[in-house]
């Protein structure tokens, strides 16, 4: 006998409930239901939470893997950054101005109880934890003996917005995003006036500290990364947030032979949401956030497929032992999906 699909979901969501009760396991999963193709000429999803718009898709993903949530009760969960020396996630939540700790086996507990409202994060050359803090309007670095580093606070004599969203390149120099989010209300820092004159893309010089301002042209830079060979940079603008019309895409520059941004195009945009952060792979494909989940595009910029999220997604890492591991962080969660291809290569000692 055939069971109908809406009471074998109901069945199946039942049992998830009820083996949570009863082995109270913190990791939850999630089968989501199929979304409608986000993009003309998508094709049936290879899972119910797996849309595939291309068939590249299908090399990156893997059929018989779902999404997890490993921690529920965040405000407005953000910038993930993976620590491979001792296999954790560390993340922001920042209405709770708290930084937050996962580890395989363990569990989540507190990592800071005061962060000064932390949004994004990264991992040095070191494997010191790097922070955009919104109450500080500073970007900062965390030593190995816990003491505190302030990287910048001030470009041009003037206060930055409210650092956002940060990575480190090879040559130890230190891009940051800098909108104004932080000080526009109390929510997720302090309100205050803005002191700069835009929002823009800012480098700290690794020998002398200095700030320097490498793009000046958006509305509300917010995510950014490098490709895997560090010649191109992509940073998303999220204008449309306070912008009637505003941008909603992520942009590519090339980068010269003195390594600053040049040839400044759009790369993709991204709907429903916008693309507040986003990492790549080792091919080159951008994994991205967006309202509906994961959105992943190929170098080129050809939309591939979607890994749909219950949760608007902020932002993402690759971590695990094998780099195969998706760390999203959405809304009030912090999620994982075993994934077919790695990140960007990274240290092994971090």
């Given amino acids: 006998m055939r069971v109908p699909a809406k009471l074998l979901s109901k069945l199946q969501h039942t049992f998830c409930k009820l083996h949570g009760k009863l082995?109270?396991?913190e990791t939850e999963l999630h089968r989501i239901r199929s979304l409608k193709p986000v993009l003309p000429g998508s094709k049936r999803p290879l899972h119910d939470g797996i849309e595939i718009a291309d068939e590249r898709m299908r090399d990156l993903v893997l059929p018989i893997c779902r999404v997890e949530r490993l921690f529920n009760g965040c405000l407005w969960a953000e910038g993930p950054a993976y620590f491979a020396g001792t296999d954790c996630v560390v993340w922001s939540d920042i209405p709770n101005n708290r930084i937050l700790q996962w580890i395989e086996g363990l569990g989540t507990r507190t990592l800071s109880h005061v962060s000064n409202y932390a949004n994004g994060n990264t991992i040095d050359r070191e494997g010191r934890l790097v922070s955009c803090e919104h109450g500080t309007r500073a970007v900062t670095r965390r030593e190995h003996d816990g003491a505190r580093t302030v990287l910048a606070t001030h470009f041009g004599g003037k206060k930055l917005n409210s650092p956002n969203d940060v990575v480190v390149k090879s040559d130890g120099s230190i891009w940051f995003t800098d909108p104004p989010y932080g000080i526009l209300t109390d929510y997720e820092g302090e309100r205050a006036d803005q002191e700069q004159d835009g929002c823009h893309v800012y480098r700290v010089e690794p020998e002398t500290g200095e700030?320097?301002?490498v793009v000046r042209s958006m509305v509300k830079p917010n995510g950014l990364?490098?490709?895997?060979?560090?010649?191109?940079l992509y940073v998303s603008d999220t204008g449309v947030s306070h912008l009637k019309g505003g941008p909603h895409h992520i942009k590519v520059f090339d980068l010269d032979a003195a390594g600053r941004p040049e040839n400044e195009r759009v790369f993709a945009e991204i709907s429903p949401g916008v693309p507040d952060g986003f990492r790549?792979?080792?091919?080159?494909?951008?994994w991205s956030s967006s309202g509906n989940g994961v959105q992943v595009f190929s170098?080129?910029?050809?939309?591939?497929?979607l890994i749909s999220v219950p949760e608007a997604v902020s932002n993402l890492t690759f971590g695990g032992p094998k780099n195969n591991r998706l760390f999203i962080t959405a809304t009030t969660s912090l999620y994982a999906i075993y994934v077919g291809v790695r990140g960007v290569n990274r240290r092994e000692n971090l």
Avoid at 280 to 286: K, M, S, T, V
Avoid at 299 to 305: A, D, K, M, V
Wanted: hydrophobic share 30%; net charge negative; no cysteine.
């Fill in 280 to 286: 790549l792979d080792e091919d080159g494909n951008i």
């Fill in 211 to 213: 700030v320097e301002a």
């Fill in 225 to 232: 990364a490098f490709s895997p060979d560090e010649r191109k």
């Fill in 23 to 25: 082995f109270g396991k």
């Fill in 299 to 305: 170098p080129e910029g050809t939309f591939l497929g």
